[in-house]
C-alpha cells in the first residue's frame, strides 16, 4: 500500500541547474498538489490539479512549473534553481474537493548551493 | 493577515497530562474545514483530527480532541494523556470554498513544536 511516494528523497543542486519531483499515487486520487516548507514555518502551496491533464497556480507558484500528464503522477520542474528554492517539498493528494484532508507524501529535501 | 495563526512557537507538556495547542482562523467563507497535522522529526505528515464548520459537535478522534469555538474562530487542539511519541510538531489549516468544488487546498499555520517531558 504505496499511496504518495515522492522521488527523490534528497537532491543538491547548483544555482542555475534544473530538476524534476516525480510524485506518485496509487489511490485514483483526482486532486494532486505541491507544497513546500521552509524552516520554522508552515506548508504554502506551490501549484495543484483537479484532475488529469489540468493545473493551477497556488500561493508561491514563481520559479516553478508543473505537469499531470497522467491521473496518478504530479511532476514539480525548477528550470533554473535559486537558493531562495532550497526547502523540502511536499506533494499531497485527495480524493475529493470538499471532504476528508490530503494524504502527503513523505518529502524531498533540495539544498540549492 | 494570516489565515491561519498559531501563536505558540514551542509548549512543553509532562508526560501523561493534556495540552492544549492554539489556532485561530481568519475566513468570510461560511463553509469551511479545520484540520490538525502531526509532523515527527522524521517529517512526514500525518493527519490527525478535522472539523467541518457546520459540525454540531467537537470533533474526537482517540486522545485528540478539537475544541471548536466558532463565533471566536478558534480551533484547539487538545492532546489528552500526553506521550513521549506526542513529541513533534503541529500544524493546524484550513480548508474554504467548500461549496465551489475548486479543489482542496489547504492553507496552513506556522505550527506549534510540542515537547513531551518525561
Known amino acids: 500500500n504505496a499511496g504518495v511516494t515522492q522521488t527523490p528523497k534528497f537532491r543538491v543542486l547548483k544555482t542555475g541547474q534544473s530538476m524534476t519531483l516525480l510524485c506518485a499515487q496509487d489511490m485514483n486520487h483526482e486532486y494532486m498538489y505541491w507544497y513546500r516548507q521552509d524552516p520554522g514555518m508552515g506548508l504554502r502551496l506551490i501549484h495543484y490539479?483537479?484532475?488529469?491533464?489540468?493545473?493551477a497556480k497556488g500561493e508561491v507558484p514563481d520559479g516553478y512549473n508543473v505537469s499531470r500528464l497522467k491521473k496518478q503522477n504530479f511532476l514539480l520542474g525548477l528550470e533554473s534553481a535559486a537558493p531562495s528554492q532550497t526547502s523540502v517539498y511536499f506533494c499531497a493528494s485527495s480524493y475529493s474537493a470538499t471532504l476528508g484532508g490530503l494524504d502527503f507524501g513523505n518529502g524531498t529535501r533540495l539544498t540549492v548551493t | 493577515a494570516q489565515k491561519i495563526t498559531q501563536t505558540q512557537p514551542g509548549m512543553f507538556v509532562q508526560e501523561k497530562e493534556a495540552v492544549t495547542l492554539d489556532c485561530t482562523y481568519d475566513t468570510s467563507d461560511p463553509s469551511y474545514g479545520l484540520f490538525w497535522y502531526k509532523q515527527p522529526s522524521s517529517g512526514e505528515m500525518i493527519f490527525l483530527i478535522y472539523?467541518?464548520?457546520?459540525?454540531?459537535q467537537n470533533a474526537t478522534e482517540g486522545r485528540y480532541s478539537l475544541n471548536f469555538q466558532k463565533a471566536r474562530k478558534s480551533a484547539n487542539l487538545v492532546i489528552s494523556a500526553s506521550q513521549l511519541g506526542d513529541s513533534a510538531m503541529y500544524f493546524c489549516a484550513m480548508r474554504e470554498g467548500l461549496l465551489n468544488n475548486a479543489g482542496n487546498m489547504l492553507t496552513f499555520g506556522g505550527g506549534t513544536r510540542l515537547m513531551v517531558k518525561p
Open positions: 472539523q467541518g464548520s457546520y459540525d454540531q
Open positions: 490539479s483537479v484532475g488529469e491533464g489540468t493545473t
